[in-house]
């Protein structure tokens, strides 16, 4: 690493680290209990989403003392998760300008504090995809969805991990280390999913490149609608009219021209017509654990109940949907990638990118065939597989949510224990669902190109029905 890199890396660490202290000692001062969660931010935190916006409507909380509330939830949460590279400096500032509107003026999401994945830009902050030549370029102008968000009322409050290039599913910064990212009652039960999950509960917006399965949201007790930037939270039924909310906002189609000016379609939100939901629950590539088949079943027997038409989907031709993905992640064999990381302190487990994407397409199709007739098939070398397998979503630009449905039980674990490993994909599936009795375990809402709003429907639906207990 260069030494003027060196340099403004440190820098960059050590005005991190006083800014995070001065905004502590803020904190604590105006608290008035020599404590960052004080009674009454404790009290803020436990307020469901929509309740939440509707005492900031009505005055009955200050956007200020939601927002200082967030902040010292986020302080508290970094201490054990590390999963905060940023704290937004003029947010303060925005939440004493939304106290100041008459109660007319405010918007729909007028007060909610936002956190916002590293990735994305915001005014005057770096945005560095986990690089340390990207280090003291601050984005010149918001993302479209900060925008956004800002012009409903919501409060953009702090930055999030996200993983170098975006491409890993454990989140390393060179700038920050590992980010740990558990259970709520467990730090030790995962390092992987989206970081900073516990303060995403309440109401968040990222990238998700990759869906996976079996993988958060859903584990990280947080519901989610993605597209390529998308929204979490605590409350299903919250993010499906935040969604539509930001859909519906006006500056949603002025900010970038190429997004299709389709206004919002309530109608098809709030339509009581009965629906034709497909559903699979296992596939042959990448079979699922005990306790996600039987999320799914109760999803279905959800929206049987809602009088919606359930149709089993066959198996589908997984491969050539993986054979599509990775054709269009390698597609210059990694050559954008080496110049990005040139110099860089490399995540170890992204080192597999840059040998994976250097082989020609033509040496593997040339040669794959020649394999099989020899050993049968080829073996899955790298657990990057399986979180290609609902990428594919991604791909045809399905908007897709995560949706969390019941608990893995011990019985569950038991079985996983038990499973006959035959190759890797198989013993993923034994590293996924270890030590997790107890977490989380979801399912995966998919709706055609444009359908955002038969999605939210299917979410907010889906939310009232199952009553899922946080």
Not at 149 to 170: D, H, M, W, Y
Not at 380 to 407: E, G, K
Not at 412 to 419: D, G, M, S, T, V
Request: with cysteine; hydrophobic share 45%.
């Amino acid at each position: 690493m260069e030494s003027s890199l060196e340099d403004r890396y440190r820098e960059h660490r050590e005005k991190v680290q006083a800014d995070r202290l001065a905004l502590e000692k803020e904190l604590i001062s105006c608290g008035g209990e020599d404590v960052l969660l004080t009674k009454q931010r404790r009290d803020v935190l436990l307020l469901q989403p929509s309740d939440l916006l509707l005492q900031l409507r009505k005055g009955e909380l200050s956007a200020v003392t939601v927002l200082q509330s967030y902040q010292s939830k986020a302080l508290d949460l970094a201490r054990s998760f590390n999963c905060i590279t940023e704290f937004i400096p003029d947010a303060k500032a925005w939440a004493e300008a939304l106290d100041k509107l008459a109660q007319d003026e405010r918007r729909a999401l007028h007060g909610l504090p936002v956190s916002v994945k590293d990735c994305i830009m915001v005014k005057g902050l770096d945005c560095t995809l986990g690089l340390l030549k990207k280090v003291g370029q601050p984005a010149p102008v918001d993302a479209d969805v900060v925008t956004v968000l800002k012009e409903l009322g919501a409060v953009p409050f702090v930055k999030t991990n996200a993983s170098q290039l975006c491409i890993r599913i454990i989140y390393f910064l060179a700038l920050a280390a590992r980010t740990l990212c558990g259970a709520l009652h467990d730090i030790r039960s995962t390092q992987r999913g989206p970081p900073a999950a516990p303060l995403r509960r309440r109401f968040g917006v990222g990238d998700r490149n990759r869906p996976r399965w079996e993988h958060p949201p859903a584990r990280q007790l947080v519901w989610s609608v993605f597209g390529t930037w998308g929204l979490m939270g605590k409350d299903g039924a919250f993010v499906a009219e935040a969604t539509k909310a930001i859909f519906s906002a006006a500056d949603f189609h002025a900010c970038d021209p190429e997004v299709p000016p389709l206004s919002w379609n309530d109608s098809v939100y709030l339509s009581k017509m009965a629906l034709r939901v497909g559903w699979f629950d296992s596939i042959s590539l990448f079979p699922s654990t005990p306790g996600v088949k039987r999320a799914v079943a109760q999803a279905v027997a959800a929206f049987e109940a809602l009088g919606h038409e359930v149709v089993a989907f066959p198996e589908q031709n997984w491969i050539e949907g993986l054979d599509i993905c990775v054709q269009l992640l390698f597609a210059d064999q990694g050559k954008f990638v080496d110049l990005l990381l040139d110099g860089e302190t490399v995540d170890e487990e992204l080192l597999w990118y840059k040998s994976f994407a250097a082989v020609p397409p033509d040496q593997t199709e040339d040669r794959c065939p020649e394999l099989q007739r020899q050993f049968g098939s080829v073996a899955v070398q790298h657990s990057f597989f399986s979180m290609m397998l609902t990428a594919i979503f991604n791909v045809m630009d399905y908007p897709a949510a995560a949706v969390p449905v019941t608990r893995q039980t011990q019985e569950e674990e038991l079985n996983i224990a038990n499973y006959s490993c035959t190759d890797k994909i198989h013993d993923l599936i034994k590293q996924n669902g270890r030590d997790a009795v107890g977490l989380p375990l979801g399912v995966q809402l998919v709706a055609l190109p444009y359908g955002e709003e038969l999605l939210c429907r299917a979410i907010a639906e889906l939310s009232n029905s199952l009553k899922y207990k946080y």
